[in-house]
């Protein structure tokens, strides 16, 4: 069965820290990975990944999909309260425009 | 507004009813998503059109659920005699075109007494 999981499950740090947030899958004719932060409600796209090795960036965040081991890393550097949410790993495949999602991160970031 | 619009936000039913979800999807998107959240479960996916037309019908979990969009904007997902299970909070994504990144709304949360 298709699956996508992320580790760790929660994680709580003091601001400025880094943090590196985890999915790995197992789909068959994987096309895209993305990332999303939820806040209270709607998920916000952070980044598309289809190309490996290729890191994204996005102020303190980046992103990078490695296709060989089958995982996508996303860091944060100096975190800070508002980077507080679930963070959401989805993927797409090839003939299919579904996002499958894994069950998310939850990060907390004390001041 | 610039983003995807549902409505209503939040509704809450008795058991048996009948509900009807809406989502405005953002200027100029072509395809639009139904996804469903629920606690423990994660996001689900429902359904997806491409234009007015749903290649996708795979994740409606019942022939209790059917969706429709008109015009290649707006669309109804419409549930029939509500059961408990299906309070969640029902999420709508669009894209500017296939293969392209979903931006989702704030979602309607349904509840079912």
């Known amino acids: 069965e298709d699956k996508v999981v992320q580790s760790p499950l929660s994680l709580v740090v003091h601001e400025g820290d880094t943090v590196t947030l985890n999915c790995s899958y197992e789909v068959t004719n994987f096309r895209s990975l993305l990332w999303y932060k939820q806040e209270k409600k709607a998920p916000t796209f952070l980044f598309m990944l289809t190309s490996s090795g290729i890191e994204k960036k996005s102020g303190r965040l980046s992103s990078i999909l490695d296709k060989k081991e089958l995982s996508s890393i996303l860091n944060i550097t100096a975190t800070q309260t508002g980077d507080s949410a679930i963070y959401l790993c989805?993927?797409?495949?090839?003939?299919?425009?579904?996002?499958?999602f894994g069950k998310g991160t939850k990060l907390t970031v004390n001041p | 507004g610039a983003g995807v619009s549902q409505s209503p936000s939040n509704k809450v039913t008795e058991k048996g009813k009948d509900v009807e979800l809406r989502c405005d999807p953002i200027?100029?998107?072509?395809?639009l998503y139904w996804y469903r959240q629920s606690l423990g479960q994660g996001l689900e996916f429902l359904i997806y059109?491409?234009?007015?037309?749903?290649?996708?019908k795979s994740g409606l979990p019942s022939d209790r659920f059917s969706a429709e969009r008109t015009g290649g904007s707006v669309s109804t997902l419409t549930i029939q005699r509500t059961q408990q299970e299906d309070s969640a909070v029902y999420l709508c994504?669009?894209?500017?075109?296939?293969?392209?990144?979903?931006?989702f709304g704030d979602g309607t949360r349904l509840s079912i007494l």
């Open positions: 994504a669009s894209s500017l075109d296939l293969n392209q990144p979903q931006h």
């Open positions: 200027s100029g998107h072509t395809a």
């Open positions: 989805a993927l797409t495949q090839g003939g299919s425009e579904k996002l499958v």
């Open positions: 059109f491409q234009g007015n037309s749903a290649p996708d």
